[in-house]
Nanobody, 127 residues
Framework: QVQLVESGGGLVQAGGSLRVSCAAS????????VGWFRQAPGKEREFVAA????????YYADSVKGRFTISRDNAKNTVYLQMNSLKPEDTAVYYC????????????????????WGQGTQVTVSS
């Protein structure tokens, strides 16, 4: 089992940058595929980015492609989401999620595919 804690959210102006982190407990975090999702007020939680356990394969939602970068440091049990050129429509609570995946090496982009979730971190982009 793994526990996830997001951090790094905050208030930023449009066009600015922010990096959110997802820190995991447990020695085997390197065996987990990880995804970032976000949920704006009154909207469904939506996929943002995903990374395989090794970090070799990455997948982004079209809405963030070219602006956001997902990465991981397995030695630190942490996954990052670097967000550049932020827009007001990026305002949301950002959640990280994980699933055990050492065998397939796949990434996942739907909510039911993940077993563990963090509590979220608020990102607010002002215009």
């Amino acid at each position: 089992q793994v526990q996830l804690v997001e951090s790094g959210g905050g208030l930023v102006q449009a066009g600015g940058s922010l990096r959110v982190s997802c820190a995991a407990s447990g020695r085997t975090f390197s065996s987990y595929a990880v995804g970032w999702f976000r949920q704006a007020p009154g909207k469904e939680r939506e996929f943002v980015a995903a990374i395989t356990w090794s970090g070799r394969n990455i997948y982004y939602a079209d809405s963030v492609k070219g602006r956001f970068t997902i990465s991981r440091d397995n030695a630190k049990n942490t996954v990052y989401l670097q967000m550049n050129s932020l827009k007001p429509e990026d305002t949301a609570v950002y959640y990280c999620a994980a699933r055990w995946d050492i065998n397939s090496g796949s990434y996942y982009y739907t909510r039911p595919q993940y077993d563990y979730w963090g509590q979220g971190t608020q990102v607010t982009v002002s215009s």
